[in-house]
């Protein structure tokens, strides 16, 4: 599945790197605390969270995370937004909380491997 | 045969910097990228310098952090000078943070970084002095990994 095809089917906000939505996504990892992301995330993941300050790109960046889903109706801050364009790391928005878009996405067949 | 490398950079690290937090990391993945160093090398060198450049950022006035290669492993070292670590065995058990709550707040904090390190290292070393700074010493073997 590409993140064109999540977008379309989970109706998510672009905010950031829309250049880059014919990415591939294998499984996911939902987590607010940048070290865990570090230590446990893998490539082509998506990651949901509810951080939107700039620091989460060069965490989505470092380990080569399909897109950043920011939950809760959050939207990215400034800065967060320009960076992800320079960096090409896509940041998709969602009304729904983590659990739900974890849940929904997971249903759409984004589990690992 | 492996091909031999060597290479050596320097980066300066600004404490309380979070604009620019994880630049050096990032600019470190490219660099062994571009060396031809194994992907799994890559992903565990950026882990170790990830961490290592935000303890700086989050607790020290500044630092140095340099990376070496050669054909059998990278080595990370990071010198700051910052307020030291008063109990290193405490500071290395997983969970254990000295974050601030504006830090944590941001998703730092999570008391993960120096095992992260240590997980990703095949030596690794620490040296800290209160009042004086820290210092870390990681080596990534590259045996075994085709370059």
Known sequence: MTLADIIERMNLKIYAGRTELERPVRGGYASDLLSDVIANGQK???WVTLQI??????VAALKELAAIILVNGRE?????AVRADKERIPIL???LSAFEFAGRAYGLGIQER | MMTEISFQQEFEIKGGDFVRAGEASCEIKNLLKELGVAMQVVRRAAIVSYEAEMNVIMYAGSGRLDLSVTS????IVVDDRGPGIEDVELAMSEGYSTATPEMRELGFGAGMGLPNIKRNSDIFKIHSKVGRGTRLEMTIRTNGHRL
């Open chain 1, 53 to 58: 300050h700039p620091n989460i790109i060069a």
């Open chain 1, 93 to 95: 928005g969602t009304p």
């Open chain 1, 76 to 80: 990215p801050a400034a800065e967060t």
């Open chain 2, 72 to 75: 059998d492993r990278v080595q």
């Open chain 1, 44 to 46: 082509d993941q998506l």
